[in-house]
């Protein structure tokens, strides 16, 4: 069974890493092309919206996701291969199993899980040319191409440093653990799986006067509303007005 990647959703990993507010993601990455007046009752609730997305290394809500999600933007069909248990993260060592870097291991510098991808920092890079114009030869920028976990990498076994593939199980306290098949050994999940934008570890992050507590973010405080800002104010104020507008004509 196979799916294309514009039926999956964002990853937990890419979530966890952005610590953003689900509400943001969604709202970044919609676009929405005609949607009915809501709440009245001569208009059926519809709307047309893109719900199929290309992903790629760019995050999805970068402006970057959003501009090769343009509409009219012509791609090649990609398809992805569902993942049940997801087994790779961020601060893994692995061996590269294909490509002039076959049989290297490197660390895992980022997860993108919506295409069963991981970038290995050093290994697995191209070239590719930037800026070139008629008077200048432009830059050539060396950078690392995404690998499949499917069959493009395999994790190393910390005890002996060698490749092995893994098991879900559970220990005897009811943790679920990788567990490298070759040798029975636990391998950990890196420290660096906790990193974020935000912090290194979410234990040792202070929060400071002008951060925005979690459960404020999840409260709408903005409700949109057909008024200007002196009616705002007047509203705050407990102000009426009692004065009468003269007729207006338009010729």
Not at 73 to 82: D, G, N, Y
Not at 93 to 118: A, F, P, Y
């Amino acid at each position: 069974m196979r799916l294309t990647s514009a039926f999956w959703k964002i990853g937990d990993i890419s979530k966890k890493f952005s610590n953003l507010p689900d509400t943001y993601i969604k709202r970044s990455m919609e676009q929405v092309y005609w949607k009915t007046p809501r709440g009245k009752p001569q208009y059926l609730p519809r709307t047309v919206e893109r719900k199929k997305y290309r992903f790629t290394t760019n995050r999805p809500w970068t402006g970057q996701f959003r501009q090769q999600n343009m509409p009219g933007t012509i791609r090649k069909k990609v398809f992805v291969e569902p993942v049940a248990n997801w087994s790779f993260f961020k601060g893994d060592r692995v061996e590269v199993l294909v490509g002039k870097d076959k049989g290297k291991q490197g660390i895992v510098n980022q997860v993108i899980q919506e295409r069963n991808w991981v970038i290995v920092g050093g290994l697995n890079c191209h070239h590719r040319k930037v800026a070139e114009e008629k008077d200048y030869p432009g830059i050539v920028i060396k950078s690392e191409a995404p690998l499949l976990v499917t069959h493009q990498v395999r994790l190393v076994d910390p005890s002996d440093l060698l490749g092995t593939g893994i098991e879900w199980r559970y220990t005897e306290d009811g943790e679920k653990v990788r567990v490298s098949t070759r040798t029975g050994r636990i391998i950990p999940i890196p420290q660096t799986n906790e990193e974020t934008h935000d912090y290194k570890s979410k234990s040792v992050y202070v929060e400071r006067p002008k951060d925005t507590l979690a459960d404020v973010v999840k409260e709408i405080t903005f409700k949109p509303a057909l008024r200007t800002f002196e009616m705002d104010i007047m509203q705050e104020m407990g102000i009426e007005e009692e004065r009468i507008p003269k007729k207006t004509f338009w010729y």
